[in-house]
Every structure is written in structure tokens, then in C-alpha cells.
């Protein structure tokens, strides 16, 4: 029998229609939630991303706008951009689409982005508050993964949930919002000997290596939940994740498809942390007139 597929685009698209509610309120109330995208040189990858980004905005009613540098923009100019990004009014989320030029340096870009305004949750202000369970804006794709979780009914408490990575962006904030909810949390990475012995006690499966076809059915225990959120290609060329889905389809009870799974819900989380930005700014703005 085949695992249970959990479809990011449908979940992703019922997320975006209450924050598109959520805009049209904004909206009535005259405040228009405004995303800026940063994008320095000419990686393709990265300007498809930004293309979508920019598409999601329009279609929910926000406003967005994307900031063109080239590539030999110094740091310096990059981070007078961000403070003059910080300091519009119009503006309520800003996103430096990554991986920047190499003369770059991330963490101060980063770092340089208001926290009221870090709607990717990478800053450090937003990964410590995060780490406390305090009120923040979470990183998509982590956050993304954890709502598809939450609408398939997927009880996180109690089970055991392994990560397969490590990096800032997904791996280590995966493990802390599972934790958040109870799971107890193993993380494994390139380093970790005998893999499988870790994977295989698994109640939820993250794979987030960056591998292609990396996670086989040796990898998963009988009725794990899998989660696949690599985006890779294979030696055709095609579009696929971290986890050898045809392997491990049957094996596990639910599974993520690539495409179509995590990827969707990264992008909506970025909607909704912007939403929430735009709102936290008008409750200040009415408290400041009272």
C-alpha cells in the first residue's frame, strides 16, 4: 500500500486564503502589507525564486518590491539599501535572497535587517527568541513543515523526531520548533557514523542534507512520517528531493512529494510572516494615536 501523500500545495493554498483575508482587513483599515526583496547578482535560481515570491505577494493583495543590485555591490552599499528598507513605512518585510556574492558577508547582512521587519526569522534576535519560545518570526521552511504536520493531523508529542542536516536555515530551528511541541529531538548530519540505526528510530523523518535520493528505505522505520526538504537534481536533470521516494513510498505512513510538498509552504510562510508584520505595525500605530 502506498504512504499517505501530504500536499503542500493544497495546505499551502488554504493557509494563503485566510492570510489573504487578513490582507483585504489590513486593507480596509488603509494599510497595505509591503514585502521587499533584495537580490544581488545574476544566480537564475535565485531570480526564480524572487519571480515567485513576487507572484505569491500579488495574488494574496500585498504589495512587493524587488530591489536589483548587481554583482559587484559592495557590503557597504548593500547595507545603506537594507537601512533605507528599514526605515520605509511601507515596507514591513524585508528579504535578502540568499546565497549572496562571495565578498559578501551574510551575518552582517543579515543581522543589518530590522527584527521587526525579519520576516525570513534568520537574524540573531529572532533565532534566540525562537530558541526560548518566545514570539517571533520562525524561518519558512522549518515553520512550513511544522503547519503541514499540524493540518494532516500528525501528533508531534511524545514521538521522536530525527533530523538529517544541520544548517541555520532549516536543520537546527527544525529541531527546536519540534522540541517546542514535545518531540523528542535527535539530529544527525554528514559526520554522524552508521546513519541508518539513527534514522531507523524515527516517528518523523526530516531530511534536509542537500543530497539527492540520499534517504533510501534502509533509512525508515515501518509508519514513519517523512519529510522531505531537499530540492535537488538527479543525473536526468529532474527535479527531486533528499528521500529515494519511490523506495520508501509504502514504507513510510506519510510522505512529502518533490515537488509539491515543503517547497509551497516555505514561500506561504513568508506571506504570513509579513501579514503578522503589517499588523504587529498598525496595533503599535493605534496604540500611539490612543
Known sequence: MSSAIIN????????????????????EQGLTPGLAVVLVGDN????????????????????????????ETT????????????????IHGILVQLPLP???????????????????GFSPVSVGKMMLGQETF???????????????????A?????????????????GQLLLQKDATVTYTHSKTPDLPSFTKQADILIAAVGRANFITKEHVKEGAVVIDVG???????????????????????HITPVPGGV??????????????????TLANNNKVIN
Open 8 to 27: 503542500g500545495k493544497e495546505i499551502g493554498q488554504e493557509i494563503r486564503n485566510t492570510v489573504a483575508e487578513r490582507v483585504a482587513r489590513l486593507k
Open 75 to 90: 557590503q557597504a552599499e548593500l547595507l545603506s539599501q537594507i537601512e533605507s528598507l528599514n526605515n520605509r513605512e511601507d
Open 102 to 120: 562571495k565578498h559578501i558577508d551574510e551575518d552582517t547582512v543579515i543581522a543589518t535587517i530590522a527584527v521587526d521587519k525579519d520576516v525570513d
Open 138 to 156: 520562525l524561518p519558512c521552511t522549518p515553520f512550513g513543515v511544522m503547519k503541514l504536520l499540524e493540518y494532516s493531523g500528525i501528533e508531534i
Open 44 to 71: 537564475q535560481a535565485s531570480a526564480t525564486y524572487v519571480r515567485n515570491k513576487q507572484k505569491s505577494c500579488e495574488a494574496i493583495g500585498m504589495f512587493s518590491e524587488l530591489i536589483k543590485l548587481p554583482e
Open 231 to 253: 530540492i535537488n537534481r538527479d543525473e536526468n536533470n529532474k527535479l527531486c528531493g533528499d528521500v529515494n521516494f519511490t523506495e520508501v513510498d509504502g514504507i513510510a505512513s
Open 263 to 280: 517547497g509551497p509552504m516555505t514561500i506561504t510562510m513568508l506571506l504570513f510572516n509579513t501579514v503578522q508584520a503589517a499588523e504587529m
Open 158 to 174: 511524545g514521538k521522536h523526531a530525527v533530523i538529517v542536516g544541520r544548517s541555520h536555515i532549516v536543520g537546527k530551528p527544525m
